[in-house]
C-alpha cells in the first residue's frame, strides 16, 4: 500500500506539477511557430476579396470586424452564424470570468462579472450541441467532417460539462484550486488535493491546449494573415512578387510579329491610328 | 430567389473529366510531353515548393474549420450535387495530400486528421474536380476566414503541370496565345482582314469613317480586347472604334497580343507571366502611351 501511495504522489506531481509547464510551453511555442511558417511564407500575388479596403486603417477595421461580427457567415449561413458567433462570445466571457482563479487580488472588475457570467457558462453547451447536431444532420457537412472535426467539439463539450457539474452539484474547493494555480504561476509546487471533477476538467484543458496550435483550432490566428482579408485594394501602388522569376520564350512557342512579316507583307509597317 | 441546395449525390459529376492535355500543346508550353514516370515525386516535389510560395495556399489548407458555409455556394456543387464540388471538399482533395506529407499531425496519425498517399486514384480525383472549379472565387466571399479556393485549384493544377497533367481545353488555348497572339488562334493576316471588314460594316452603318487601326506604331493607346470581340462578339469591337473616335484618342491593336484572357490562370504562374508579358512586349513595340486591356 505504501508503495501505490508513493506513485500516485510521482503521479499527481507530474499531472499537476510538471504537465501545466509543458502545456503551457507547447500551447505557445507551437502558436508561434505557426504564425512564423504564416508569416515567413510569401504573399505573391494580390487575391484581396472584392470589396477591398483601399487603406491600412481600412484593413484593420476589415479585420476588427471579421474578428468580432463574423460578417461573412453572417451572409453565407444565419443559423451556423447564431451558433458559431454565441459560442465564441460566451467562451470569452468563460475566459474572463476565470481570471479570478490566475490573479491575486482579484480585480473589481472581474469580481463585478461574476454573477452575470455564470450564465455564460449555462448557456454555453447550447451553440456546441447545435453545432455538433449540425455536422451529423447536414448530409453536407456529414461529408466533409473528419474525425478531428468532432473531437475538438466533443472536448469543449467535456470541459464544459466537467465546470458546470463542479460549479452545480459537485462544488470543489476554489481555495485549493487558487492555491494550486498560484502555485504554478509561482513556480512553486505545492501538494493539494483536489477533486477528481476538477482534476478532469484540468485534463481536458490540457488536452486542448496541447493540439491547440497544431489543429484548425487556429483558425482565428489565421484569419489575421489570410491574404484575401487582410490585402488592400489600392491598384495604384504596384505589387512585387518577392520570388518573381523571368520568362523566356523557346524555339516551340517563340512567335513575334517577325514570323508573320512575309504573310502581312508592307501592310503590317506600321499605320498612324 | 433563392437557390435550391441539392441532396448530397456522392459521385454524380466523378465521370465528367477533361480530354487529356496533347503532346504538341504541352511541348510548346515549356511542361512535360507527356505524364512524368516518377509523377508522384515530380508533384510533392512541385507542391513544398508551391507552400513554400503561397502563403494562401499553406493558410488555406491548415485553418479550414468545415463549418460547411461554402458548401452550398458552388455552382458546381449546385448545379451537380457532387459532394467533392463543395468548395470544402475541393480543397480536402489537396488538403488530405498536404496533411500526409507535410504536417506532422497527419505523418503520426492519419485516420484523424484524414491525411491520404498521393496514388492513382488521388490524382483522378484531382484531374476531375480541380477542372470542375471555374476559379470565380464565390466561397472565398461567404467564408468567415476568406478561404478562397480558386488558389488552391491553381495550386493543385501547377503541381499536376509540373508532372506532365493537363487538359487539352487550357494548354491548347496557351498553346496558340505563343502562336498567334489570342485564344481563338486568329493569325495576324486575318486579324487585319476582320478590323478592315469592320471598317466597312461601320462605313455603311453610320456613313463614317471610323479606323480599326492594327499594329499602329506610335498611337496614344494600345488595346487589348478578349478576341472574341472580333471574332463573335463584333458589336463590341465596334463600340470600342466608336468609343475611341468620338473622344478622339489614337489607338490601336497588336497581331503580336490581342487577347484580354489570360488562359495561363487556369495551368501555371510561368504561362500566366509569359501571356502577360506580351501585353507591356507589344505596348513597348508599338511605342504607345497606354494600354486599355480587359476581358
Redesign the interface.
Known sequence: MHFDFALLTMGKTFFFGILPYVTAGIFFLGILYRFSVWMRTPVPLRIVTTPGPKTRTGVLWRLIGDVLWFPNLFKADRSLWVAGWSFHILLWLVLLRHLRYFLYPVPEWVAGIQTAVLYAGYFIPIPLIFLLARRLVIDRTLFVSILGDYAALILLLSITFSGLLMKLFFRTDLIDVKALIHGLIHFRVLSIDVSWLFTFHFLFVTILLITFPFSKLMHGGGLLLSPTRNQRASFEERFINPWDFSVDYNDHNLSTPEKYRETLGESREGEKG | MPVS?P??R?GASSHQKCHPAKEKDM????LPRERDRDWKETMLKKMAEV??????V???L????????????CQFFLGTGD?KN?P??RA?LLRKVYKRYF???GKIWG????AEELDERVLDEWVTYFYQCSQC?RC?????????TA?ITMAAREIMAAAGVGTKYVTEVV?KV????NNLGI???AW?DMSAFLEEDLKELEGVDI?F????????VLLVPPSADIFANTDTMIGYAKMFHGAGI???T???CNEGGNFGLFLN??NL??IN?RIIEAAR??KVKKIYWGE
Not at chain 2, 511541348?27 to 515549356?30: L, P, R, S
Open positions: 441546395v441532396e448530397v456522392t511541348v510548346k508550353i515549356d507552400l513554400d510560395r503561397y502563403r494562401s499553406r493558410l488555406f491548415d485553418i479550414c474549420v468545415k463549418c460547411g458555409a461554402c458548401a452550398d455556394k459532394p463543395m470544402v471538399a480536402d504536417t506532422l499531425g485516420r484523424a486528421n484524414e472565387r472565398s466571399v461567404f467564408c468567415p476566414y476568406g478561404i478562397d488558389e498553346a505563343y502562336d498567334t497572339g493569325g495576324p493576316a487585319k479606323r487601326p492594327v499594329d499602329a506604331v506610335g498611337a496614344e489614337s489607338w490601336t497588336s497581331t503580336y504562374y510561368a507571366k509569359k508579358n513595340r508599338l
